[in-house]
């Protein structure tokens, strides 16, 4: 289990703002290791792991895109049927909520995007179950 | 600080009698040398003598917009093409330029009404003027510039565009005065951050026009350059920028009365409305030779001032345009002006005071639609806040306008920048 930085940006729901965004990073040489994308009908927040978080923050900032830089915690375990639930059986036991999260597994590793309503209290609790 | 304070301070009593013996001059002249006026009097059956006094303007014809139009370009001069030594134009977007024509003590007019401007704003020699108004057929340019030469300041004639040039010089040249449009004010302050120069600016005082802006975009740009913002008015067919100004006390603008009669009247029945009642700015140049107007409809909407002024001058204010009576949009039946928008729109740090307002027709309703720019430093990256702004905004426009808009909030610059006067509506309506 880490801590991992994370850019939120927000965009309009407008053709190519993706493709810009993606555009100005790649050209930067700044690779995303992770995404999910939560959408309204006007608009989505795109939340990004990057190589590197600061740096990606401040070119964003410069190119004119609102975005912001929070902490998620990242449980990473062998991936298995059950993983999840067990989570989230701590989580709703210690009354831990949920604000979102994503996930994915690469070479037999789940890894689980959590940003919680507490993260203090979060990471405390996961730590004292070794996860 | 007052630069004329024989005719800025002059007693009611005394004033009147100045503007009526000045109006009854004005008719004689537009009678005598104007065939379009000569023919609007003779066919209310009027002649010079009629108008004495002041009271007697009521009995005088209005002039509209396509009167210049209609008689362009110099058929509402009073004065041969050989006296006029400047000629002016304001864009016309739709139909030909409004053209203005100036003698040489037209001229001499204008920088002295633009020098009680600067003064009361508490400029002199020591200034530098950044002047950020479109110099050329726009009478804000060489307006503004006539009145800070006439005050012994240090002129910049820079215009308008290359706005990290001008913030260069500006910086290199230590300008203390900035004149232009609110809308470029608030883009100059925007890049000024953005080129992190902001402690370099020797910036004190800036004075805008030349399209409406409410208190609340005031406070923004006193906040954003750290200048005190004040407010000029003018139009070209009454003369340019230096009409009316503000004092010290930034609460209304002085008339320059003695030069310009005003009068408030109610726009469908024409007829003068009661005392500090809001209605349409009427305009009667009592000064001017080269192109005198009489009963000028400016479609701007304000009200009249008698109170005394804490500033000690003793002529009429004008309080802010509420708007113009053709910005006024009529949605789902209700009035609604740009300028409330803005003022709610400005109560909420969140956003840019940027917005753009969009009406259609759909479905035989009407639509109406205003993007609003996020502020990049507020946002937290949630959803839920992202909705809840939204809501609120449209919560608090509800009910202020009496009708629900649809607010969406638009990335950091996604609202065009403009340099001179914003167009804050597209309404797809008139097309039909």
């Known amino acids: 289990m880490e801590t991992i930085r994370q850019l939120s940006i927000f965009l309009e729901n407008r053709t190519g703002r993706l493709a810009d965004l993606t555009r100005v990073l790649g050209e930067a040489g700044i ?12 608009f989505g927040i795109m939340r990004i792991v990057v190589t590197e978080p600061e740096k990606a923050q401040k070119l964003l900032l410069d190119k004119g895109f609102a975005v ?11 991936s298995r049927p059950g993983l999840l639930g067990e989570v989230l059986k701590l989580f709703s036991r210690e009354n831990i909520a949920v604000e979102y999260m994503y996930a994915f597994e690469a070479d037999g590793q789940a890894s689980l995007m959590i940003c919680p309503d507490n993260l203090e209290k979060c990471l405390s609790i996961l730590k004292d179950n070794q996860l | 600080m007052i630069w004329n304070d024989s005719y800025e301070c002059m007693s009611r009593d005394e004033l009147h009698r100045l503007q009526s013996s000045r109006l009854h001059d004005t008719v004689e002249r537009v009678y005598a040398n104007s065939p379009f006026y000569r023919r609007k009097l003779q066919e209310l059956s009027l002649c010079p003598e009629d108008i004495q006094t002041v009271e007697d303007i009521v009995k005088l014809p209005f002039t509209v917009k396509t009167d210049l139009r209609d008689n362009y370009p110099f058929g509402l001069f009073s004065a041969p093409m050989s006296e006029i030594v400047r000629l002016h134009a304001s864009s016309g977007t739709t139909g030909k330029p409004i053209v203005a024509g100036y003698t040489r003590k037209d001229l001499a007019n204008w920088s002295e009404i633009l020098a009680r401007t600067f003064t009361a704003g508490g400029c002199g020699q020591s200034d530098i003027f950044h002047i950020a108004f479109g110099y050329g057929l726009f009478t804000g340019g060489l ?36 004149c232009c449009t609110p809308s470029y004010a608030l883009y100059l302050a925007e890049t000024i951050e953005k080129m992190g120069v902001g402690g370099k600016l020797r910036l004190r005082v800036g004075f805008f026009g030349a399209e409406p802006w409410t208190e609340a975009m005031r406070r923004e740009i006193e906040e954003k350059l750290h200048i005190r913002a004040y407010d000029i008015y003018g139009l070209t067919e009454v003369c340019g920028p230096g009409v009316s100004y503000n004092c010290s006390e930034q609460n209304g603008m002085h008339i320059n009365e003695d030069m310009f009669l005003p009068e408030i009247v109610n726009p469908q029945t024409l007829l003068p409305v009661a005392p500090g009642e809001i209605g349409e700015l009427v305009f009667t140049t009592i000064c001017k030779e080269g192109m005198p107007v009489l009963r000028y409809r400016t479609k701007d909407l304000t009200r009249l001032v008698y109170e005394p002024c804490p500033c000690g001058r003793t002529n009429v204010r004008m309080e802010k345009i509420k708007g113009r009576s053709d910005d006024m949009l009529i949605i789902r039946g209700v009035n609604v002006f740009p300028t409330q928008v803005e003022s709610v729109l400005l109560e909420f740090p969140e956003i840019a005071p940027h917005y753009h307002i969009f009406v259609d027709r759909v479905n035989n309703t009407d639509t109406f639609e205003i993007k609003v720019e996020m502020r990049p430093e507020c946002f937290s990256g ?6 809840d702004l939204t809501k609120r905004i449209t919560h608090r426009l509800q009910s202020v306008l009496g009708i629900s808009p649809q607010v969406r909030l638009v990335e950091p610059n996604a609202i065009g920048r403009s340099t001179g006067k914003a167009r804050h509506v597209t309404d797809r309506r008139t097309i039909y």
């Open chain 1, 31 to 42: 690779n995303m290791t992770a995404f999910s994308i939560a959408e309204s009908s006007d």
């Open chain 1, 68 to 78: 912001t830089l929070s902490d998620l915690i990242c449980v990473r375990e062998d």
């Open chain 2, 143 to 178: 307006g503004a510039h006539s009145g800070a030469e006439r005050i012994g300041a240090s002129v910049i004639p820079i215009s308008t565009g290359n706005t990290e040039k001008q913030i260069q010089l500006m910086t290199d040249f230590g300008s203390t005065v900035l």
């Open chain 2, 382 to 387: 949630s959803v839920g806040h992202v909705l």
